[in-house]
């Protein structure tokens, strides 16, 4: 134990010349570690300083740069020898798993495992940032002999903060609001973060919640780098309440079923020396225990699936800790202490991984053979089709993130078809991918694409479906079979669209014409909407297609707005010679609606689910890049509603409605003409006060008792899990929709929703039922038999006609952390469309 501690504070070396120049985190900052929080700029100055000191050892590459411009790099290190060939260990390292496009056999002999330590995903977890620059500088010290023969068995690379922004923003409050001594009482205020706190990114997305679907630039930048690597060993650093000591692997059920016996095997392994040095030390921990390994977008899950011994390492403390804070057993727990110990677990992970490199390499090239020869599934290969071509564009971007090989499939076929559960004759529509399990990432392939995972424990810690054909709308099978995979060779058309004297008809089918639309509103087109099919020149036209005819836009040079709309968006339009169609109504009437911009209002702040309101920010931002405007829920009073069209309300507590006057500003903002989209628990709280089309429904048993009423009977033992029955942590359900109403066109008459709780509301007997649940309407994940039997006969989605404006009704988020694909467009439906 002394070694690992030790090293940290080691007398300075000045026998090398490198040596010279190479300082202590404690000398660079001019404060030990732990007694100060360290902005993000001086994490990325010491590891640059390190880097400049010991470029034998050490090489630092920036990767990318956040939503606020911050740096985001890594620091690799490993002996000088390896450093000297570290493109070929890179290299190799991918013709282990079998990613190279050379037919070059991998050398295994003397081959170091790669070690991946990432830190401070969740900005207000820091301690693990201030770890990072003492791991580095235990790694580099010539005075660490421990360090020099790890490193010549490992190359290992360190993220030293993966949320620049999150972190900042944790750092720069705490220094604001603390003083020169440490407050280590849990009541002051230097303990209590204030909304949104430093969690998220910019945006207040959960950077360990997108790994796998890569929604945030961040993620985006570092799955890049990691893909370069693809390290036998990741660890993930992180925080958890101030009265929990330490967590380390192995990792609490459920586990998912192609987590190999190894990858568990070499978890215990990892957990029992780190076991070795706490007990030393008398530092408490617990393993086995909160944190599973089911959900594929985790910083430990994504790496396991991706062949890698994946761990995450919780510390106490998190936002509550400060610099110092006692916590319920009367004990200080400090930064100092929180960082040492991240510290001595990345120590004791690296040395581990260095010990065991010849089986860790052998076992990590397995994973990938047994990869590509599909030993890990039933179905070996995925069919997902559509017609419409966005929506396979869409998927493609996906699988070419994570690295994931496709093609397509031609001929008469069989397999389980995701829409029915049934196994039935594939029905290929215009543009086709399938996915072989016959590939290096098929571990990855299965997780992502399986109809039903199975899970061994329902105390899961997050969602527990989310397959890739129910997430992205459209067809999919799953085939026993391997087929032959021939490339996918479908070359977007150009968009070519001739100028036209009269005007321009766009299809509306995916969330890339609610793009389109929003581009033309923002550079002031006007754009209507069909309410109903039409045909003209021999085609036929959906509800919603949207409609630009010249004279209405006499200022503006529209076809070289739409040209440059269509193509950006990939979106073809028609050309139209006249407002006289073959069927349907014509353009003058009452039938085709005018689009007026929406003004829109975003309800944001305390009140508010910072990732809620932060998906719909980010969705306007990115997306759509329409202009919003944030207004905190704590300013309602105040604020004036009539600038806007659309206030949106995201999931939140909104202690405000306890204000009659604040539900009667909402409601009176809707009859006056705004649209009101009530989302998640707003649409539950609104549903609770007078006036409003909407009512939870409740269940009775038999005897009229509601089933809460027996809620009280339970066994002490049984407390952690009395619930699940109740719980519903995250599950896919089938919603048959009215898809001739604005909220779903674009959309066939079905949408699949990810539910996250049991709400449910009873058929609005004035209003406009969108979206049902009807009887076996479940489709995939855990849901509790209470819930399950609950969840049917019911609206999700729905509008209610309030005096001259709306009231949009959304039960589940449809935005749900931006990867739930095929929300997108009944949103945008929602903002643009809904009571035009």
């Not at 060993?233 to 987590?259: C, S």
């Not at 809460?708 to 009395?722: L, N, Q, S, T, V």
Request: aromatic residues 12%; negative net charge; hydrophobic residues 35%.
């Amino acid at each position: 134990m002394r070694k690992l501690i030790a090293v940290c504070t080691a007398a300075f070396i000045t026998t090398l010349c490198f040596a010279q120049t190479l300082q202590s985190p404690e000398q660079f900052l001019g404060y030990t570690i732990g007694t100060k929080y360290t902005r993000h700029s001086r994490i990325v100055d010491y590891c640059r300083a390190v880097a400049q000191a010991r470029p034998d050892i050490v090489k630092l590459e920036k990767y990318g740069e956040t939503n606020e411009g911050r740096e985001l790099i890594t620091v690799t290190v490993s002996s000088p020898e390896n450093m000297q060939r570290l493109e070929q260990i890179r290299l190799n390292n991918l013709r282990l798993a079998g990613l190279t496009k050379d037919k070059m056999m991998p050398l295994t002999d003397h081959t170091p495992v790669i070690v991946w330590l990432s830190y401070n995903v969740h900005g207000n977890e820091p301690s693990s940032s201030e770890a990072a620059m003492l791991t580095l500088y235990a790694l580099t010290n010539p005075n660490n002999t421990s360090a020099k023969e790890w490193l010549q068995h490992t190359v290992v690379i360190i993220d030293p903060c993966i949320n620049p922004d999150g972190r900042d923003r944790y750092v720069n409050w705490y220094n604001s609001v603390s003083g020169k001594n440490l407050d280590i009482d849990l009541q002051a205020r230097e303990h209590s973060e204030p909304w949104p706190g430093g969690r998220t990114n910019h945006y207040n997305f959960d950077l360990n919640r997108d790994w796998a679907w890569q929604t945030q630039i961040e993620t985006q930048q570092r799955l890049k780098k990691y893909k370069e690597w693809m390290p036998q060993v990741h660890v993930d650093f992180h925080e958890q309440g101030i009265n929990e000591p330490y967590y380390f692997a192995p990792a609490a059920e459920p586990l998912h079923e192609v987590i190999t016996p190894w990858q568990r095997e070499f978890q215990v392994a990892i957990g029992k020396n780190n076991a070795h040095y706490f007990d030393s030390k008398g530092w408490l921990y617990f393993t086995k225990e909160r944190f599973d390994l089911f959900y594929p977008s985790y910083g430990d899950t994504y790496p396991i699936y991706n062949g890698a011994i994946g761990m995450t390492y919780e510390q106490g403390g998190g936002p509550r800790g400060g610099l110092g804070v006692r916590n319920e057993d009367g004990d200080s727990l400090t930064l100092v202490d929180r960082a040492l110990h991240h510290f001595t677990t990345g120590l004791s992970t690296i040395e581990m991984a260095s010990k065991n490199a010849t089986q860790l390499i052998t076992e990590y090239r397995k994973f990938f053979d047994d990869s590509r020869n599909a030993k890990n599934g039933e179905y070996k290969t995925y069919v997902v089709t559509a017609d419409e071509e966005n929506k396979i564009t869409a998927l493609q971007q996906l699988l070419d993130k994570n690295g994931i090989e496709y093609g397509t499939v031609t001929g008469a076929m069989k397999g389980f078809r995701y829409f029915t559960g049934k196994e039935e004759e594939v029905r290929l529509k215009t543009y086709t991918l399938a996915v072989s399990m016959y590939q290096p990432r098929s571990t990855l392939v299965r997780v992502l694409f399986e109809p039903k995972s199975k899970i061994t424990d329902s105390a899961t810690y997050d969602i527990t479906a989310w397959s890739i054909p129910y997430v992205y709308g459209v067809e999919g099978y799953a085939l026993k079979e391997k087929k032959d995979i021939l490339p996918y060779s479908y070359v977007a058309d150009s968009i070519v669209i001739a100028n036209s004297a009269y005007g321009y008809i766009i299809p509306y089918t995916s969330i890339n014409s609610a793009q389109l639309l929003a581009y033309l509103l923002k550079n002031r087109i006007k754009v209507r909407y069909a309410e109903k099919p039409f045909s003209y020149n021999g085609k036929t036209y959906d509800p919603g297609t949207l409609i630009v005819i010249k004279t209405s836009n006499l200022h503006r040079d529209i076809h070289k707005i739409i040209l440059t709309a269509a193509t950006k968006f990939h979106v073809h339009a028609d050309v139209v010679s006249t407002g006289f169609m073959d069927k349907g109504a014509d353009f003058g009437s009452p039938d085709v609606h005018i689009i007026n911009p929406p003004h829109v209002a975003l309800i944001t702040g305390e009140q508010v689910s910072y990732t809620d309101a932060g998906e719909v920010w980010n969705f306007f931002d990115q997306v759509l890049d329409y202009p919003i405007t944030l207004i905190n829920a704590n300013d309602l009073p105040r604020v004036s509603l009539s600038k806007y069209n659309v206030v949106i309300l995201p999931d939140g507590t909104y202690h405000s409605f306890n204000d009659k006057t604040i539900v009667d500003k909402l409601r009176d903002f809707a009859r006056g003409g705004g649209r009101l989209i009530a989302m998640q628990n707003a649409m539950a709280l609104l549903s609770s006060k007078g006036g409003f089309a909407v009512k939870l429904k409740e269940d009775k048993d038999e005897e009229g008792m509601r089933k809460e009423d027996y809620a009280d009977i339970k066994k002490y033992a049984e407390r952690e899990r009395d619930d699940l029955s109740n719980s519903i942590p995250g599950a896919i359900y089938k919603v048959e929709l009215d898809n001739t109403h604005p909220l779903a066109f674009g959309y066939g008459n079905n949408y699949y929703t990810l539910k996250q709780d049991a709400n449910i509301y009873e058929f609005m007997k004035e209003g406009w039922n969108v979206g049902v649940m009807k009887k076996d309407a479940y489709v995939a994940g855990f849901s509790g038999y209470h819930v399950k039997n609950h969840l049917k006969d019911g609206l999700l989605f729905g509008v209610e006609d309030a005096g001259n404006g709306h009231i949009i009704y959304m039960a589940d988020n449809p935005l749900f952390r931006l990867f739930w694909e095929n929300g997108k467009l009944m949103f945008a439906n929602a903002v643009f469309i809904v009571g035009q």
